[in-house]
């Protein structure tokens, strides 16, 4: 891997990760386009995830900072939305450790990714419609309930399919029980901090020799993607979160769904069934 390929990797990680588009299936798409592949690929892809928290853990900081004060000094705020962030990581984190190669050996590929990038379009589009008509929304992070909590949780173990994407399925069950998009949002990026921290870790800690060998071109490539994620993803949050306010996720459900349709047919007739 290049210094510019990992670069490249890392922008499209910031830029996708906290959209409703999937970052681990545009990766996918870019490393395959590149001509990149593999398992040492396949732990890059998601370790570079790490850029992409920092960037919430910079623009958070102040809510961080209430969760930490739940941890050590028992503010009950804190200690509240903490152990709603606890329940939504539970299911996928539970899923993913037992069907992590099983994952990785079947679904990262590019047919996987058109699918779940065209279902998760219509999806978008069903919520959107639906969630206008709904009653009261949630104006305060701090009224999501605990049920609400673990819907959100459910809904997240989806996007362990590559192309469903972690933002999407997570501000779309937000938006069903009953959050406005930017508390979706917001609620979506915090989460982001356990599960994409633990996905990171598992995953540097597996695939360590092979991310940093001379196969890889050593640490640069990792460094250069983390720094270059961490950056776009700021700028992508803060553009994000302007645009929900106005325009809600309908541009992006139909983005997924052209995107899907189109790699699709690029597929059509090409040999192999998933990857």
């Not at 593999?38 to 623009?59: H, K, N, S, T, Y």
């Amino acid at each position: 891997m290049t210094p510019v390929q990992a670069a490249i990797l890392g922008i499209v990680e910031g830029l996708t990760e906290f959209l409703p588009v999937s970052s681990t299936g545009h990766l996918i798409l870019a490393g395959h386009a590149m001509g990149l592949t593999g398992r040492a690929v396949d732990a890059f892809e998601i370790v570079i995830q790490a850029g992409a928290l920092l960037a919430v853990l910079w623009l958070y900081r102040v809510r961080v900072g209430e969760l930490l004060a739940g941890i050590f000094r028992g503010d009950p705020w804190g200690r509240a939305l903490l152990a709603r962030l606890a329940i939504a990581f539970l299911p996928a984190a539970l899923v993913g450790l037992v069907a992590h190669e099983w994952i990785k050996e079947h679904l990262f590929g590019p047919r996987p990714v058109a699918v779940a990038l065209l279902v998760g379009g219509v999806a978008i589009l069903l919520v959107e419609r639906y969630r206008h008509r709904a009653l009261a929304p949630r104006a305060a992070i701090g009224e999501i309930t605990l049920m609400g909590a673990l819907w959100i949780g459910l809904a997240q173990v989806l996007s362990l399919w590559p192309g469903t994407s972690r933002a999407m399925t997570t501000m779309v069950a937000a938006l069903l029980v009953g959050c406005t998009p930017v508390v979706a949002a917001e609620f979506s990026f915090l989460l982001a901090i356990p599960t994409l921290g633990a996905a990171t870790l598992f995953d540097l800690l597996r695939n360590r020799e092979e991310l940093l060998g001379p196969a890889m071109g050593g640490p640069a490539p990792l460094l250069i993607g983390l720094a270059t994620s961490a950056i776009v993803a700021v700028l992508a949050i803060r553009a994000f979160l302007a645009w929900l306010t106005s325009r809600g996720l309908t541009p992006f459900g139909w983005y997924r769904i052209v995107l899907g349709i189109l790699l699709l047919a690029i597929l059509w007739g090409q040999p192999g069934t998933l990857g």
